[in-house]
């Protein structure tokens, strides 16, 4: 499986940044955003087991969540604190600021 991988800049990054930096979530999608460490562009992912699916939100019918980069990333677990996903990363829970950004 590849490395967490920026779709825009092609710049490979870790993790655990890329996760501290989620700036939203949808339980709807499975999915966040956050953006690339580097060219800062807003990527969309989400976490299944553990892995790291880059990829993009579509509208058919519903919300869908297209994933085209899979990364195993080790350690790597997902849960919630009420409407907010907590990202562990190996035994560690990494900062965030995200929520669930579903309309009310």
């Known amino acids: 499986m590849a490395q967490p991988t920026c779709l825009f800049c092609n710049l490979?990054?870790?993790?655990?940044?890329?996760?501290s930096a989620v700036d939203g979530?949808?339980?709807?999608?499975h999915s966040g955003v956050a953006?690339?460490?580097h060219c800062?562009?807003?990527l969309e992912?989400?976490?299944r087991g553990r892995q790291l699916e880059l990829g993009y939100t579509y509208w058919s019918g519903s919300m869908h969540f297209e994933g085209m980069l899979t990364c195993a990333?080790?350690?790597l677990r997902m849960t919630?604190?009420?409407e907010s996903p907590v990202f562990v990363l190996k035994g560690q829970v990494l900062p965030s600021h995200?929520?669930?950004?579903?309309?009310?």
């Not at 490979?12 to 996760?19: E, I, K, Q, S």
């Not at 979530?25 to 999608?29: G, K, L, N, Q």
């Not at 995200?98 to 009310?104: F, G, K, Y």
């Open 73 to 75: 990333v080790p350690g």
């Open 12 to 19: 490979t990054f870790d993790a655990g940044v890329f996760l």
């Open 80 to 82: 919630f604190s009420g």
């Open 35 to 37: 953006p690339c460490p």
């Open 45 to 47: 992912f989400r976490v």
């Open 40 to 42: 800062k562009t807003g």
């Open 25 to 29: 979530y949808s339980r709807e999608t």
């Open 98 to 104: 995200a929520s669930d950004t579903r309309e009310p």
